[in-house]
């Protein structure tokens, strides 16, 4: 394994732990304790209550972008590191 | 007599197009070794990989038990459920697959037993992790066949007894999975986690907009007549934020542990599918529960007060309000939901036992053997599930309902073995997962149970990290090897 393949390892592990913070981040905000602020019916946003939009649609879709956020970012590395590969050779 | 025969016939056919696809598979790809049988050669493509890794997740309890949950206690029981399920469950899925895959190829490791006994060393901690597991898992069986042939009976209006169901169902799940092993499994649930999630799709919009008056009114009707059920701690004040967040960590956690949720993280063909899995599973878990709590609600206004029988209260509300062939594909649904399960933790138990049990006790053992022995216990194991089914012990229900938080005492072992980290020894792994184990039991029964007002398998999981940190600080001597710790590095992430 070459001294690229160990950079890359080392970048993509601090990639996964800057994820991981941001997840914790955000279980921290809808779930508890940032969630008390939010835990009411009124105002209705989009049809629904505050807490129900919050945790049903808000929650979801912040995750749902970090998950794809860390995706994009492995899927642009490994391409760089095949291109990088590839000018190597 | 014309409703039981189209119930008869929907059912008919989607059984007879699962047992099609499952033989096919087996056809298809034959197994020449356990790899091939127990994990598809680890060559399953990410469409597969995904809808079977949705379709395992998505059980009786997420079609009967969760939505009973949310039409009882309402939306904080949603976010105890929803954010274990589907935040928690995709983020610890997408955090450790990775590298769980990569560790797998390097050095053929098949379960979360074969990690542990390799990284520590230690083939009593292999045995250990498989004993916990079985135990975990194996009252899961019996709560899917139950609830399949429960679904059957009520579908068919009685005229299809419950043993009947659930043998029938027993009988096709046993005559894939024995013969075709996980891509008879994987590929039967593309077709299951496909009609599994449109029958919860469909349920949810023709009762908000065929029977309601679209979301807004129906979220307005529950804010009316029982406005505790939108905030927590909900219904009878039961999830308040301790007993929220102490539940939502250990079960959410827990489920990545299960055999039948590991082995899925090896089956990739590429590292590509295996970072790309947690995603899709993420959107079909996000469908199916944002949906189901929609339903739920729904049956709110339908039928209120039913929170007795609040486990069948979709199919109640199907029964009632649409003709037979919908409620005959909702049942369809829900089967597929049980049955994807039931199948892939027969596989899952039955990878375990070869692994953990077998092949530590036969190191030696030839590929044809492991190969028989590997069938035999998918038999065996479908066997069991059956006999429970009618025994019905109801130790055995209790002890599922901790399914998850039993499976989460392996997981810092899991976890500090993924990251090579050397100070923790073999020996605290081992002594605080047994510790959890019995924490659970004894926070989760008696006079002790759910003490101060967190949940038993918070409790659990306390006592394992406190033990696993006292432990390896007693046992420094015994830590994993330089070189061990060096070899695993190599492998990345």
Not at chain 2, 107 to 110: F, L, M
Not at chain 2, 255 to 258: A, L, S
């Given at each position: 394994m070459g001294e690229h393949q160990l950079l890359f390892n080392e970048k993509a592990k601090k990639r996964v732990m800057y994820h991981l913070f941001v997840a914790l981040i955000l279980f921290f905000i809808f779930v508890w304790p940032v969630a008390k602020l939010f835990n009411r019916i009124e105002p209705f946003v989009l049809g629904v209550p505050l807490y129900v939009f919050m945790e049903w649609i808000l929650g979801p879709f912040l995750v749902f972008l970090n998950i794809l956020a860390y995706l994009l970012w492995f899927e642009r590395a490994d391409k760089t590191e095949t291109e990088g590969s590839k000018k190597e050779a | 007599m014309e409703k039981t025969i189209v119930f008869y016939l929907v059912f008919g056919l989607y059984m007879a197009a699962i047992l099609y696809i499952g033989l096919f598979a087996w056809q298809r790809f034959r197994a020449r070794d356990i790899e091939g049988y127990l994990l598809g050669g680890r060559a399953i493509d990410w469409f597969v990989l995904c809808w079977t890794l949705a379709a395992t997740q998505f059980s009786a309890l997420s079609f009967m038990g969760f939505l009973g949950y949310w039409y009882r206690f309402g939306v904080p029981s949603y976010t105890a459920i929803a954010t274990g399920m589907y935040w928690i469950v995709s983020v610890s899925t997408w955090f450790l697959a990775p590298r769980i895959w990569k560790l797998g190829r390097a050095?053929?490791?098949?379960t979360g037993g074969d990690l542990l006994g390799h990284f520590y060393q230690s083939k009593a901690l292999q045995c250990v992790y498989g004993v916990i597991m079985v135990i975990a898992v194996i009252p899961y069986l019996q709560v899917q066949m139950s609830g399949v042939g429960y679904l059957l009976e009520v579908g068919s209006g009685g005229s299809l007894p419950f043993w009947v169901g659930a043998v029938l169902i027993y009988l096709v799940i046993i005559l894939y999975t024995f013969f075709g092993g996980f891509r008879a499994v994987a590929f039967t649930d593309v077709l299951q986690g496909i009609v599994m999630t449109a029958g919860v799709v469909a349920a949810a919009l023709l009762l908000v907009y065929w029977i309601g008056d679209g979301i807004p009114a129906a979220f307005k009707a529950v804010a009316t007549t029982t406005p505790e059920r939108l905030t927590v701690p909900g219904w009878k004040g039961v999830f308040d934020w301790t007993f929220l967040v102490s539940w939502v960590l250990p079960v959410g956690l827990g489920?990545?542990?299960?055999p039948h949720m590991w082995i899925r993280a090896h089956a990739g063909s590429t590292l590509k599918v295996a970072r790309l899995t947690p995603l899709f599973a993420f959107g079909v878990s996000f469908f199916i529960y944002s949906f189901g709590l929609l339903s739920a609600m729904m049956c709110l206004q339908l039928l209120p007060g039913n929170e007795a029988e609040a486990d069948k209260i979709l199919i109640m509300a199907v029964a009632k309000y649409f003709p037979v062939l919908f409620l005959a594909i909702i049942c369809a649904a829900g089967a597929a939901a049980m049955m994807s399960s039931l199948d892939s933790q027969l596989l899952g138990l039955a990878t375990l036992c070869v692994r953990d049990f077998f092949g530590v006790l036969r190191?030696?053992?030839s590929k044809d053997t492991l190969l028989a022995v590997s069938h035999y216990l998918v038999l065996a194991f479908g066997f069991i599930g059956l006999i429970l089914v009618f025994v019905n012990p109801g130790l055995l229900t209790t002890v599922g309902a901790f399914s998850s938080v039993l499976g989460v005492q392996a997981l810092p072992g899991l976890v500090l073995a993924l990251f090579n980290v050397r100070w923790f020894t073999k020996h605290g792994v081992l002594v605080g997962m047994v510790a959890g184990f019995v924490g659970v039991f004894v926070f989760g029964f008696g006079p002790l149970k759910n003490y101060l007002g967190i949940y038993a398998g918070s409790w659990g999981l306390i006592i394992n990290l406190a033990l696993l940190v006292v432990v390896s600080a007693l046992t420094q001597g015994h830590r994993v090897s330089e070189e061990q710790v060096k070899t695993y590095k190599r492998i990345g992430w």
């Open positions: - | 050095y053929g490791h098949i489920w990545i542990t299960h190191p030696q053992a």
